[in-house]
């Protein structure tokens, strides 16, 4: 069986007035993710997981942020795209293993909504995604949020 090992990770700083979407679902928060198109960190993630699995450019190099096309784009737009480009080298995703490092907004009350629209976005079932949330433990500042992927791609052929 051949398969492919892929780690995204992504970071956003927090930005007042901004709405918050992690996965592709909206949260209520004060707060949302700095970027240039939604700032869905966990979406980030997920897609530079997929796209080095396949051994592809990254989502900066293929979604500059200098390009005005991508200004407030949703991230499932980059997501959707590094599908493609696994569906069409003949993969699948088997497992996807995601962490969500931050104080706030707690991401439990969160995390069955999330692995929903996860499961559907990469046409998976919810027992193939995990989705963790972990707090700095006063580690460092709290400006942002940080998120780590790890993607299993099974080939079909």
Known sequence: MNFKVGLGFDAHLFEEGKPLKLGGVLIDSPVGL???SDGDALLHAITDAILGALGEQDIGEIFSDRDPRWKDADSQVFLKEALRRMEEKGYRIANLDCVVVADQPKISPHKEAIRKRLAELLRVPVEALSLKGKT??????????A????????HEG
Do not use: M, P, S, W
């Not at 998120?147 to 099974?154: A, D, E, N, P, R």
């Open 34 to 36: 700095k970027g240039h």
């Open 147 to 154: 998120c780590f992927c790890t993607v299993l791609l099974i």
């Open 136 to 145: 700095r433990e006063g580690l460092c500042k709290e400006e942002g949020l």
